[in-house]
């Protein structure tokens, strides 16, 4: 079967332009989540969603940030006026829900590499 | 202070030798505990989960020490192939559990 598929792989922006990174999570898989990870660093979390509810975005850096999941399926983080401090890779990863408290595998996609020149 | 805390390394050892790393957590209120696994410029896959117990699966030995907050995996025989950044995931209570994951200890296992 199909395991998480991001799109783009990469992406080079200009300073100020707006991106937009796409997540198609595992078939049923309720919950989705979104991670920026530096070089040399681990996944950073920035937000979570269980179905279509955004139930965590505690991560996120800035207000340029936004993510949705309009249909509980295919998630799009956005991001406004894009900094240099912005360039990383962002992970989307998917799972099944756990009892309250606890998370099962998380299943990763690849990843968008992201510069902003 | 990181809430998740990994030694960087690298571990550089031999092929067939025993490794081991610790990953300290600070929320005593932690949940659960896995260790995941990343090669170069590829995405994290799941290593192991940790329980109470603590467990094993062939090769790898995950152990959960609470009382001292940190977690451990061990590596016997170590190949080649086990080359790569091993990270430690807590899941950390802040309103809901978010999963929070140390930077990883990157291990090399040369000839």
């Known amino acids: 079967g199909a395991g998480v598929s991001q799109s783009p792989r990469y992406k080079v922006a200009k300073r100020g332009q707006d991106v937009a990174l796409r997540c198609d999570p595992i078939?049923?898989?309720?919950?989705l989540f979104w991670y920026q990870q530096a070089l040399g660093q681990g996944p950073e979390f920035l937000t979570y969603f269980q179905n279509e509810a955004q139930l965590d975005k505690s991560g996120l850096p800035s207000d340029r940030f936004f993510a949705e999941r309009p249909e509980g399926s295919v998630s799009t983080l956005k991001i406004q006026r894009t900094q240099q401090e912005d360039s990383a890779v962002y992970l989307c990863?998917?799972?099944?829900?756990?009892?309250?408290?606890?998370?099962?595998?998380?299943?990763f996609g690849p990843g968008t590499r992201l510069t902003v020149l | 202070r990181k809430e998740v805390e990994q030694d960087p390394g690298p571990f550089n050892v031999p092929e067939g030798a025993t490794v081991a790393f610790n990953c300290t957590y600070s929320?005593?209120?932690?949940?659960?505990f896995f260790w995941y696994r990343q090669d170069c410029r590829k995405e994290p896959k799941l290593l192991m989960s940790?329980?109470?117990s603590g467990n094993e699966d062939g090769r790898f030995t995950a152990q959960l020490n609470r009382a001292s907050q940190y977690i451990s995996l061990l590596i016997r025989d170590s190949k080649l192939s086990d080359s790569a950044t091993y990270l430690c995931?807590?899941?950390?209570?802040?309103?809901?559990?978010?999963?929070?994951f140390g930077r990883g200890t990157s291990l090399i296992v040369h000839p």
């Open positions: 995931v807590v899941n950390v209570e802040g309103g809901s559990y978010i999963p929070t």
């Open positions: 940790v329980y109470s």
């Open positions: 990863a998917s799972s099944l829900p756990g009892l309250a408290g606890f998370y099962n595998e998380q299943f």
């Open positions: 078939s049923g898989h309720v919950s």
């Open positions: 929320n005593s209120a932690s949940q659960s």
